[in-house]
């Protein structure tokens, strides 16, 4: 049985060549990966503090024998994205005898794909992890771990920053919010996450700002929320709060986020996000033609020019970074022409363009 003070190896699984990870790009900018992994980060801060952990992100550097050997236990966080590295991890791990509890958007909706995992923690962690803190302390560990109820994240942990060294990441990320009150039919967060945003107060999302700040970092941070303007109201509370606190400091933090569309209908939210330090923002704007965005059920981007949107967002001096999508049902031959001529129209500075993927327990998967 594992001693008081435990030994935890938390592993972040390597992500593919895909647009997020922005493999070839860093290297320009003299880092090995585009951004730190946060959910594992914000586990690690569940844990209690006088057990030793070891944060091991792929991305960056080699997974040794002697680190999965030195581990009471491997704490495994996954994405569906990372799948392929994730069997190398499971596989090195059994054959070295340490047992995997993994957690994540992998396992949430698939964890069948991996019968040689035999703890999970399934959805969000901040209700399950002190029971799954006392079944690791006395070796009575449980197949699966799930909250019956979304958490209140006002509870949720500052990151455990200290695990990683800065100077491999383009940008460090935070979260405020979680949820999305939108209903894309191929999107995951409904499921994940759910409808009703939830959000952190702003005197705990400076906090983490705060230890960043104190830290050394004075690069990007991104604000990874599902849509960081769910609740638009909550948003400009924390806007005033950050313009505050940037004003004070005098840090030269900035920040990215992601939002849906209608975004560009509030000059007021679009100025202040400026002001708070925003420099670029990630839209779903998906595809040019009426009727695949009618297919999905993406409302918000329905009934607008499109183009005329994007513009609105870079004159109030947005960025724009783009989600593009090809392969709905209503799809003519011409639509990679339609999207490229869109794109090179509206000025999408980081066009991320993806086939249509029908993810676990969305309603396109159903």
Request: glycine share 6%; with cysteine.
């Amino acid at each position: 049985m594992p001693g008081p003070n435990m030994k935890i190896l938390l592993i972040s699984p390597k992500t593919p060549d895909t647009f997020w990870s922005f493999k070839h790009a860093v290297r320009f900018v003299s880092r090995k990966a585009s951004m730190a992994p946060l959910g594992l980060l914000t586990i690690a801060a569940m844990l209690p503090a006088d057990w030793d952990l070891r944060l091991v992100d792929l991305n960056v550097t080699s997974l040794r024998d002697e680190d999965i050997h030195w581990a009471d236990y491997v704490l495994l966080g996954a994405m569906i994205v990372h799948k392929d590295s994730v069997h190398e991890i499971v596989a090195r791990c059994r054959a070295l005898g340490k047992k995997i509890i993994a957690g994540g958007p992998l396992f949430t909706t698939g964890r069948e794909a991996f019968p040689d995992i035999e703890h999970f923690v399934l959805g969000e962690a901040e209700e399950t992890m002190p029971q799954v803190v006392e079944d690791m302390r006395s070796g009575r560990l449980q197949a699966v771990y799930q909250a019956s109820n979304r958490p209140d994240i006002t509870h949720s942990p500052i990151p455990r920053w200290d695990l990683i060294d800065f100077r491999h990441y383009v940008t460090m990320s935070v979260q405020f919010s979680r949820g999305c009150p939108f209903d894309c039919e191929f999107c995951d967060i409904v499921v994940m996450n759910g409808r009703v945003p939830r959000a952190k107060t702003p005197e705990q999302l400076i906090a983490e700002l705060e230890v960043l700040r104190k830290s050394g970092w004075k690069d990007m941070v991104f604000i990874v929320d599902d849509n960081f303007i769910g609740n638009k109201s909550r948003a400009k509370i924390l806007l005033r709060s950050l313009m505050e606190w940037r004003s004070r400091t005098r840090t030269p933090i900035g920040f990215l986020t992601e939002a849906s569309m209608n975004l560009a209908d509030d000059a007021e939210l679009c100025a202040l996000m400026v002001q708070a330090g925003f420099k670029k923002v990630f839209v779903g704007i998906e595809t040019p033609s009426l009727e695949a965005l009618m297919e999905c059920h993406k409302v918000q981007n329905r009934d607008r020019d499109l183009v005329d949107s994007v513009r609105t967002l870079q004159r109030a001096g947005l960025e724009v970074m783009g989600g593009f999508i090809v392969g709905f049902d209503s799809d003519k031959k011409d639509i990679f022409k339609r999207q490229f001529e869109f794109i090179q129209r509206s000025g999408v500075a980081t066009a991320m363009v993806g086939l249509l993927t029908a993810l676990p327990q969305t309603r396109l998967w159903q």
